[in-house]
């Protein structure tokens, strides 16, 4: 995967590494800072697709473990130590120091990659979610068509169908509005 958008959180001399390496590797460092506080409001801002932070810099772990909750971006941690602690699904990669670059590469690439599976999956479950609700709203708008027309199921169906397709709006929405219009009897 190339072309990946880094926000960098460490000091001058490992960001002008990582700057260096991602250039190299066709990936692309939008932002630079050495605060973790800097660092939230540039991702914010930027909405990169992988955050490289040092933990051991003065606010790298607070800003690392807030990340690592919202789970909305790549991460790549870098430090001295293992962390013991966290190493949850969102942290995609921790390089220990000095960062060699073809590990540096490869974790920013497979953070990239893990987290646009992980959007991707966020995206079909929105589908599915709003699926289902058009599926339990036409159920519900069809059971009050069939109990107050006594029309039979499909014919109710069909009747929500035509009003969708002549008044131009959404199957659900013609659902929601026979609902609603029943809830005020």
Do not use: C, W
Request: glycine share 8%.
């Amino acid at each position: 995967m190339s072309g990946v958008r880094v926000v960098v959180s460490a000091s001058a001399g490992i960001r002008k590494k990582v700057g260096s390496v991602m250039a190299t590797a066709g990936n692309l460092v939008i932002g630079e800072t050495d605060s973790g506080p800097g660092a939230l409001r540039m991702i914010q801002s930027l909405q990169p697709d992988v955050v490289v932070i040092d933990t051991d810099s003065p606010h790298g772990q607070s800003a690392a473990e807030m990340l690592e909750e919202d789970g909305q971006i790549g991460l790549v941690l870098l430090g001295t130590h293992q962390r013991r602690e966290g190493n949850g699904p969102y942290i995609s990669g921790m390089i220990l120091k000095p960062v060699e670059d073809t590990a540096l590469i490869t974790a920013v690439e497979f953070a990239a990659a893990a987290q646009h599976r992980m959007r991707k999956m966020a995206d079909e479950l929105a589908k599915m979610k709003e699926t289902l609700a058009t599926r339990k709203a036409v159920e519900k708008a069809k059971g009050i068509l069939m109990d107050t027309l006594g029309l039979p199921e499909a014919q109710a169906y069909k009747r929500i169908q035509q009003q969708s397709m002549n008044k131009r709006v959404s199957i659900r929405r013609i659902a929601e509005a026979i609902i609603t219009a029943n809830d005020f009897k």
